[in-house]
């Protein structure tokens, strides 16, 4: 059974950084992207970040690009996304997913395999 742990969430300052890790399990974790997702209070669950399978190919919504870093360990098992400059609208719960295939696109359209349970994150003004 594929299983997606999310940790890393928790209060800080706008301005300020977080890193979210995703430990996975239950499939060979270097065969398929990974992504992150995120919802905010009231909104849809949205694409945030994504990786391909060997960490090559990176992908990021317009919103967070050059101030997060999605990265991933293929020995460990973990994908991670660093959060730097962090603002208050990017206050959520935030959601590993993981990929139906090595390439990005399942990550991205949201139509991946499995998710974690979400993490928090609040950002403060």
């Known amino acids: 059974q594929v299983q997606l742990v999310e940790s890393g969430g928790g209060l800080v300052q706008a301005g300020g950084s977080l890193r979210l890790s995703c430990a996975a399990s239950?499939?060979?974790?270097?065969?398929?992207?990974m992504g992150w997702f995120r919802q905010a209070p009231g909104k849809e669950r949205r694409f945030v970040a994504a990786?391909?399978?060997?960490?090559?190919?990176?992908d990021y919504v317009d919103s967070v690009q050059g101030r997060f870093i999605i990265s991933r360990d293929n020995a460990k098992n973990v994908v991670y996304l660093q959060m730097n400059r962090l603002k208050t609208e990017d206050t959520a719960v935030y959601y590993c997913?993981?990929?139906?295939?090595?390439?990005?696109?399942?990550?991205?359209?949201?139509?991946?395999?499995?998710w974690g349970q979400g993490t928090q994150v609040t950002v403060s003004s």
């Open positions: 997913a993981g990929g139906s295939g090595r390439g990005t696109t399942t990550v991205i359209a949201g139509t991946g395999d499995y």
């Open positions: 239950g499939r060979t974790f270097s065969n398929y992207a």
């Open positions: 990786i391909n399978w060997n960490g090559g190919v990176t």
